[in-house]
């Protein structure tokens, strides 16, 4: 018998969001993850915050549909509160009723700066890596450095003469688009700059790779399981892949023996010098184009620095994940300090991908 296609809205619904979540969905060991991470850090709320005034939305909230923007590629968060009214999924995951009323999408506007005020960025991602520690899922012996640049939201036209208006430029018509012709102009980061998003700067990977307007990401990660467990932003700069990889491992500690692996850019002296004094030891790719490696037989000889040159590469998995599914190919926001806060969130939220796949069992 066939059905009747009633379209009478129903005016009342006493199915809950939490029984419409499939219980095997993926998203549910990743709110456990989330959950206890935003219990954890109620004291950095409540310093943020102010004791007296209108209660505002709460940042755990905030954070939540943030962590969704990430997971799901959602490329701005105008379109990430209209999936926040009609997905009743996200609705589930972020704390909020079938029948509550969305945010305006300047609330984020509005609430980043104190995010970023609080460093709320590092502290998550420091509760989101303590959870992987009480699972004894992070080596404490070999890591593994790299970089990546994330490319800034300016164009190469915004990139002018220090000093010169924001608006024109060398080439024919005016206003917001002119027309611009760089031919036979050599322009540096001494020189120039982006009017758009002056802490960029113009810098290329490689001999035969455009310069881009951009940042450098670094990352250090444990070799055992492929987690991040340092991560930072930077000036693009010739040096500041090692200057943070250094950073990134000191901060370990010198307590007990540790390798830290990395590729060609990081076999100088001076970088494995830097190493050593920290008590770590370079297992980085040797560089002898046309120069003398910084790394020796007294190294390579040993079956750990094979291994190291392994595992190292999966670092790159980090970089594309959150290039992908992260949206980090090319950045949202100017300036170092919230380009730096995203990057640091979309590495915690990566962390907590990996936790789920290292740690959930599907239920039958």
Not at 104 to 130: C, H, M, S, W, Y
Not at 173 to 184: H, L, Q
Request: hydrophobic share 35%; with cysteine.
């Amino acid at each position: 018998m066939r059905g009747d296609d009633d379209r009478q809205d129903r005016m009342w619904s006493i199915v809950s969001l939490d029984s419409r979540v499939p219980q095997d969905h993926p998203l549910r060991p990743i709110r456990v993850i989330v959950d206890q991470a935003l219990q954890e850090m109620s004291p950095d709320f409540d310093r943020i915050y102010s004791k007296t005034g209108r209660p505002s939305i709460a940042p755990e909230r905030l954070l939540r549909a943030l962590l969704l923007q990430i997971f799901f590629t959602i490329r701005s968060e105008r379109m990430l509160m209209q999936q926040l009214d009609y997905n009743l999924l996200f609705r589930w995951f972020v704390g909020l009723a079938a029948d509550d009323r969305i945010w305006d999408p300047t609330v984020f506007t509005k609430n980043r700066d104190r995010l970023l005020e609080g460093d709320i960025a590092q502290v998550f991602f420091e509760r989101v890596l303590a959870q992987a520690k009480a699972q004894h899922l992070l080596s404490t012996e070999h890591f593994t450095v790299d970089g990546t640049l994330v490319e800034a939201w300016a164009s190469q036209k915004s990139f002018q003469k220090k000093g010169s208006s924001k608006k024109g430029g060398p080439g024919s018509g005016r206003g917001s688009n002119p027309d611009v012709d760089f031919r036979g102009e050599k322009r540096t980061n001494d020189t120039h700059e982006s009017k758009t998003d002056p802490e960029s700067r113009l810098f290329r990977k490689g001999n035969h790779v455009g310069a881009i307007l951009c940042y450098q990401g670094h990352v250090l990660m444990e070799n055992r399981n492929g987690l991040v467990v340092s991560g930072d932003l930077t000036i693009a700069t010739g040096t500041a892949e090692r200057e943070a990889a250094v950073d990134m491992v000191g901060s370990l500690g010198k307590r007990g023996r540790k390798t830290v692996a990395g590729d060609k850019g990081y076999d100088t002296a001076e970088f494995v010098a830097d190493l050593r004094e920290q008590g770590a030891t370079p297992h980085v790719a040797q560089n002898t184009s046309g120069r003398r490696s910084a790394i020796d037989s007294r190294t390579t000889r040993h079956a750990g620095y094979a291994t190291s040159q392994r595992r190292r590469k999966f670092v790159e998995q980090i970089f594309g994940w959150t290039k992908t599914v992260g949206g980090l190919r090319k950045t949202r926001h100017r300036g170092l300090h919230r380009v730096g806060w995203t990057f640091l969130l979309t590495l915690a939220a990566y962390n907590i991908t990996r936790l789920r796949n290292l740690t959930w069992t599907a239920p039958a």
